[in-house]
């Protein structure tokens, strides 16, 4: 007989647009909601009951309805009203994750604006029955370029290893970050601005003998420089840029015409935690 | 000061294809191959000393040389050939993680193939210094309908409840699974057919009163059926298939036209287990 | 001032699934419907003034209602009537064009399917009040692949060339096609597999120098054998797979292990016309 | 007897980065560059002779040599200095088409740069033997949106019409533009800048009651701007923000919660031209 283990269910990517048409200029968030629910939801597995199976339709109504309800709001706000919703509301749903990403835009007149670009503001919070709330935040497809001050060489060396050293390389990556609150209740926007601008500015100043050298030094300065954070995650791919062998055709190449390749690439994957940091407890899961 | 956690790098998406020609009709294997290794690699990310850092280039390297020592095998082998390698030659790599997804070919002559679709089948391998070898297989983007035989209806209801009851609706999936092996020694090729024939077969029999429903039936078969393994993870998106209202123009819809929706949509995961499966220690990780 | 030229509005990617449930195995339909619409449509774009434009969301709603009233058709009968529609319905439309991607579906159960795979079949109808109906049949990401009977060299040189010649390498497209129909009354399921069938097996018996020779050939055998058929529009992206070096290890590498390139790519475009091939008007517009 | 009919080919997505390390902060244009020739390629279609064919691998070569003897340029002066090189280069070419599509980076430090975003600057540049040089600008990916000033209502309605009129609408799109230059020496970087201000402020201070309208607002303020310019071509996809409908929560909806819709989605492309425009010859080939 198999035995039903973990599970979870809910509606993901709702797309709601708010307007704030009472700043001037107009102002939008701009998010896609993914809920996700757990708890005593055996039932409909084993036999298809579902009395405790609050529909991912009804679930999308409620988004759509605190949006409304709750105006413009930083995504954290929005997502810890949900998840306690989703729990309180029922004794049958024991934890509630729920996924916030936030599209950025920029006034362009007073009821006009642009897509800021690729960069995505994540926000993941887990609201639990037992142990309360808990924030992630984060950011992906921030990319970063630095064409020097990177350096790689005195590495492992095996049967299989032809790559050269060098001590003048492109470094570059497209930064997915998430970093984790200690607190329920933040200052959710200057927080984030922070955390970005501690991530860009360790990527800047290392220089860097290896990515993931430059990886710890991002992860301990949104520490240092965010005492509301407590552990960072980052995954950075190394966008390779081979520099291109022009010598076939008679010209130089003094670190100036690169490929951009697209696969393989290196994954650096990493977490910083701070000294102090409490357990994490469902808020990665 | 900020403590280094969790961390593991490799080169990702590595695109190997191997032909065998001693075969009629020639054969091919199309894997995209990632590996991620995970051991003693703090001064790397605290000073940038690399001398415990086997190069991303190296992995790379040695995906392409045991494609071709190896020759056409499943991907299991590689996978397996390929984590043992890099835990057993370095004292500082402790674990390997290598994930292969493999792409099908029909032969449609003696040396003529036709990619046989969008369904990837998918292979994670974990060897451990202290706990040995792991075995994943899987499949992902696997399409499936049932036009009948579903309902939902009796489920919980709120203030943000409008969905009605339906005894006959469409039913819709992406099927992404993965499923844990008892064994690092097996038929790879025969239980990845077994398990899929069990997926689908559940799928298209069970009468469905919850998209929940049919995945632990899913998982149930394909532990009932390939006694090599102990576990299947399933994540089921619900493609959703909503009937057009045709009524304004004076024209029925019974249960014909249909729009496919797009998002949000509804977001199914759970873990099937066998009653006597084994702990799962880094499988998953 | 400035002058409007061509123009053009519609209703892209309206996404139909049909159920004919009288049927044994029930069948369905899955399309994805473009509509495009042009004739006087000078107000709308001046002053804003609407009265000629048929709002896109109508244009949605007829899709819809045209594939009730029609039932599980081929997509030409529903491209056909749609265009139709839109230009006799209305004096100002003078032409329309029904884009419908078709993707495919195999019974796997009195009631259930799976999809095929990645390939799409296409047919774009372009219904002008003058010179009446024109219909494009075709399919795209079709991969073909051989794995030898492809050579290349005798080819052109100049100061950046560096390729060397080859007389065995594999040779891979993801074939889009698109064929021109001398009649707008056919056969439409037997054309298309007819003309599908002639793509395949001229790839697969071409013994070819270069992509360009296979293209001709593919174009040259779907004219011969679907003789409704006077014009074929082929673009082959060459997938490049390329041996990899294995000689810094000590291996062999006898056409055996090739590395998967995504980027750049050959891209070999071409028309293929029937000797007695009509004037195409606006089919391709 | 089949025809060969219209034919060309060349490499696609040439990924090439270039550094201008002599500036402060560091520079980088970073190119994906493709290459499409045309001429006498009769032989190698209908026997695989391919004398007159230089390989693309040769092409791909020939963008990394010129990008560097060219240094840091714009990609109109990259795209011509190709397309020129290979028509004069061989008797055999008797046209080339250079597309360049060019990603924009800011700088964030003295060698350090982020991605600016989502947005494309692209460039088509065509070369013909007889007709020399047509040079086309543009962009893609530019997402706008306007909370306000925008209607639709006094549409044409027939049967399949349920669209209610709206005096006040969320209006977005994602700009796809080209325009025409009417010379092959211009200001690129000016002229491109020029072009862009000249879209976003058309659409921001149009009160609009079509897209349609705003499409030719657009496409005359950048032929007004930029006097080099003799045609441009839009293509402006309706990016449907659909008001939810909270009565069933007894809240209300003052235009404030709005669902971002994917698909279907409106689609309006036009073209505006100088009353003085000059015959585009194969500058759109």
């Known amino acids: 007989m198999a035995i039903l283990g973990e599970n979870r269910y809910g509606k993901a990517e709702v797309r709601?647009?708010?307007v704030d048409r009472g700043r001037q200029p107009h102002a939008i968030s701009d998010f896609n909601v993914s809920v996700s629910l757990a708890g005593d939801l055996r039932q409909?597995?084993?036999s298809g009951a579902n009395d405790q199976v609050l529909p991912t339709d009804t679930q999308k109504n409620t988004v759509y309805a605190?949006?409304?309800r709750l105006g413009c709001v930083e995504p954290e706000v929005l997502a810890l009203a949900l998840a306690r919703h989703f729990v309180e509301g029922r004794t049958s749903i024991t934890r509630a994750r729920v996924q916030v990403d936030s599209y950025g835009w920029?006034?362009?007149g007073p009821h006009s604006l642009v897509r800021s670009g690729g960069e995505i503001r994540?926000?993941?919070v887990v609201h639990d029955e037992q142990s309360g709330s808990w924030v992630l935040g984060g950011l992906r497809?921030?990319?970063?370029?630095n064409t020097t001050d990177s350096e790689f060489w005195g590495f492992a060396r095996d049967e299989y290893t032809t790559l050269a050293d060098t001590t003048n390389r492109m470094l570059a990556t497209s930064v997915e970050a998430q970093w984790r609150f200690r607190t329920a209740d933040c200052d959710w926007a200057a927080a984030h601005q922070q955390a970005r601008q501690a991530l860009i500015g360790a990527f800047v100043d290392t220089y860097s003998y290896s990515l993931q050298q430059s990886l710890y030094a991002m992860g301990s300065r949104v520490l240092a420089e965010v005492p509301e954070l407590c552990e960072v995650q980052l995954t950075l791919p190394n966008k390779h840029h081979f520099l291109v062998d022009l010598s076939p055709f008679g010209q130089p190449n003094d670190n100036e015409v690169y490929l951009a390749a697209d696969r393989p690439y290196g994954l650096i994957e990493g977490q910083v935690l701070a000294?102090?940091?409490?357990p994490a407890g469902p808020a990665w899961s």
Chains 1, 2, 3, 4 share one sequence.
Do not use: C, G, R, S
């Not at 497809?141 to 370029?145: A, I």
């Not at 000294?275 to 409490?278: K, L």
């Open 141 to 145: 497809e921030l990319t970063l370029l």
């Open 122 to 124: 994540t926000v993941t």
């Open 106 to 108: 920029t006034a362009i």
């Open 44 to 46: 409909t597995h084993l």
């Open 16 to 18: 709601v647009v708010h």
């Open 275 to 278: 000294e102090d940091a409490p």
């Open 66 to 68: 605190f949006a409304q």
